[in-house]
């Protein structure tokens, strides 16, 4: 539709059509206004705050996805998602006993073995276009459980406290005694990406695949696209909470198998 | 019991490390009978308790038991030896076998049954939910799975502060069965009564040390009115 507003035959809805969208916020901004809810700054912020981030970034890869592009840089920006991530995780789940380097493992851990499956498996072409985007996935979508599970797993220690040393008492190891807690935590944490997962195509529509039809790719490729995708999320997911509540899980107790006290509020 | 069975405390200090509740504690606890630790709240008698379970270590000084400093211990070895039971009874879920079965996980239900019977239980107990037993029967179900791992001490933190007196008193006889048989139990208390119903040995606590220690006989004629009033001597 040449001249029109839109023009996503092409993958780009242009500056128009990105200003157009806007009115979607507009639209969120006077349900806040009508029902007094008083988000409007938040929402102009969190959208304007997206908007610059994505630009940014989608300036910064055009530095790495091109397939002339070193893989050093790839690799970079990697390490720099790692630590904003281990940095995000420690903000918000403080009052885990070194939780900034367990964050760091967990979500190096992660990337090694989903990536290592990705591109090992040569399910996907090792570049910069792909390393990145599947580096990025990885590490966002571990994020929430990650701090779910941390944040578990302190409250545990706190809260069943009595149980935990009643377990040691009877002269079971600390591991012994934490593992119904760590249990828990990690179904917890696990639980609502397999619901999601289970949804998927009935209740929603996940982003990449929308993304890749808008693009204008076959429905078909973007559907094993979006399959690999979710079983990315699935193994992220689990293989970070698995090692973060592992490394949480040593750090709550002392080498006397005791259950350490909380150092600080669990907020 | 010889005396090198007893628990020996050497110039221990435990508790936070900026506020310790126990100062210089030199004390000897003895392996036989129902030793009770007494004293006013905040005293460090559960701090004491704690550190003979080593669910947590002094910050200094050191606590010996049977000739060896806890340290030298697998404390997993060690706590299947002085076994504990708490004020508020942990309950884990499931039946009272499967609470039997976290403290030896191939108990037979013989065995359940036996234990239970010995605690003054029924048997029939042993597939009950253990989530729905009174409060009495929770403190004597937790005793009975202690007694799962064949302790030859018996740690019990106020076991009966929860309690209603008919439950208190099944208990405590409880307790004092245990000790007849052969098993050293070391009983925080801060009912007066009850400690001169049970008590073989006496360990006052104040302040985070040993204020007196001995046979009711001689506390009751302690010069201390703390040590007096701690036993619940006649005036």
Sequence with gaps: ?267 | MSSADAFELVGVDAGPADDPILHGLDLEIPANGVTVLAGPSGAGKSTLLRLLNRLDDPAAGEVRWRDRALTDWDPTDLRRCVAMVFQRPPIFPGTVRDNFAVALPDVTDERAVHVLEHVGLSGELVGQDASTLSGGEAQRMCVARALLTDPAVLLADEPTAALDRSARETVEDLGRALADSGVAVVWVSHDTDQLRRLADHVVVLADGSVRATGHLADLDASPDPLVRRSVGASA
């Design chain 1, 1 to 267: 539709m040449t001249g029109g507003l839109l023009a996503i035959e092409q993958g780009d809805i242009g500056i128009a059509g990105l200003a157009a969208s806007g009115i979607l916020v507009a639209v969120a901004v006077a349900v806040s206004l009508w029902r007094h809810l008083g988000l409007e700054r938040s929402l102009l912020w969190a959208s304007l705050r997206a908007l610059v981030q994505l630009l940014l970034v989608g300036w910064a890869l055009q530095f790495v996805v091109d397939p002339g592009d070193p893989l050093i840089f790839s690799a970079l920006w990697i390490v720099a998602m790692v630590a904003f991530a281990g940095w995000t995780t420690s903000r918000r789940a403080s009052g885990v006993p070194k939780v900034l380097p367990l964050a760091l493992v967990s979500y190096t851990a992660a990337a090694i073995v989903v990536l290592g499956v990705l591109f090992g498996f040569g399910i996907y072409e090792l570049e910069g276009r792909t390393l990145v985007p599947l580096a990025g996935m990885v590490v966002g979508n571990s994020l929430a459980a990650t701090v779910l599970v941390s944040r578990q797993l302190l409250i545990a220690a706190d809260e069943q406290r009595g149980l935990i040393e009643g377990r040691l008492a009877l002269g079971l190891s600390a591991k012994e005694a934490f593992q119904p807690h760590l249990r828990q935590a990690l179904r917890t944490a696990l639980v609502p990406q397999i619901e999601s997962t289970k949804a998927v195509g009935i209740v929603f529509l996940p982003g990449a695949m929308v993304g890749l039809i808008l693009a204008g790719v076959d429905p078909a490729d973007a559907v094993k696209v979006q399959v690999s995708v979710m079983y990315l999320v699935l193994g992220s997911v689990a293989t970070t909470t698995a090692v973060m509540s592992l490394g949480i899980s040593r750090e709550l107790f002392t080498p006397a198998q005791q259950l350490k006290r909380p150092t600080g509020p669990i907020e």
